[in-house]
């Protein structure tokens, strides 16, 4: 498709739990960001990825998340032994390599934790 | 470090009414500025966007200019629509490459 792809769509975790939430972004497109959107606020920054490379890791809560793009297009966001206060829509954007560019973002994946 | 102020809301307007929403920065260097917006239901659809002083963004009516000497940029619309309603961010994005968003201004239209 021509847009960034996230899944799962929604995703229900119990405390404890690990999971993993995939991005898929727009071919080609060299940087590629991890946003958390709580309810009713605006999206805080994650983690960032140029390529392969993880260049800014600065927004990670916690040791819990991990964050990997191995070949420079795919990433995956993964959250371990999740707790209630990670329930958020997590949003993935990607964009070209220009700083004045727009990041293109995916639908989220809205993660509830019991 | 780069921060994004944007007025809060809920604002509510009926059709037709003219709309303002503040937004100011701050940030080191010469950012790039831009509006997202959240539809009901939807993820974030760049609005507009900016990339020094004095440039004009516009879209779909809507219309922010970039303001070095008082760090704004504010979105207006001269006469709203029902299928405006939604959720609106500010954001920047300076040599950090990161995007930096305010905390969203709601807007609801009205018939």
């Known amino acids: 498709g021509a847009g960034v792809s996230q899944s799962p769509r929604y995703k229900v975790a119990k405390r404890g739990q690990d999971v993993a939430l995939r991005c898929d972004p727009i071919s080609g497109h060299v940087s590629l960001f991890w946003y958390q959107q709580a309810l009713g606020q605006g999206p805080e920054f994650l983690t960032y990825?140029?390529?392969?490379?993880?260049?800014?890791k600065s927004g990670l809560p916690s040791d819990r998340f991990f964050a990997e793009r191995p070949e420079g297009s795919v990433s995956t966001l993964k959250i371990q032994r999740t707790q209630q206060e990670d329930s958020a829509v997590y949003l993935c954007?990607?964009?070209?390599?220009?700083?004045?560019?727009?990041?293109?973002f995916g639908n989220g994946t809205r993660l509830t934790v019991t | 470090g780069n921060s994004v102020t944007q007025m809060e809301g809920p604002v509510t307007l009926s059709e037709e009414a003219f709309l303002t929403i503040n937004c100011t920065y701050t940030?080191?260097?010469?950012?790039?500025l831009f509006w997202y917006v959240q539809y009901p239901g939807e993820g974030l659809q760049l609005l507009l966007k900016?990339?020094?002083?004095?440039d004009k963004g516009s879209n779909k009516g809507f219309e922010a200019t970039y303001r070095k000497e008082t760090t704004s940029f504010h979105l207006e619309k001269g006469s709203v629509q029902v299928s405006d309603s939604a959720v609106y961010f500010c954001a920047l994005r300076g040599g950090s490459e990161k995007l930096v968003f305010g905390k969203g201004t709601k807007l609801t239209v009205n018939p």
């Open positions: 990825f140029q390529n392969e490379a993880q260049l800014d």
């Open positions: 900016a990339t020094k002083a004095d």
């Open positions: 954007a990607s964009s070209p390599d220009s700083s004045s560019s727009p990041l293109h």
């Open positions: 940030a080191t260097g010469y950012p790039s």
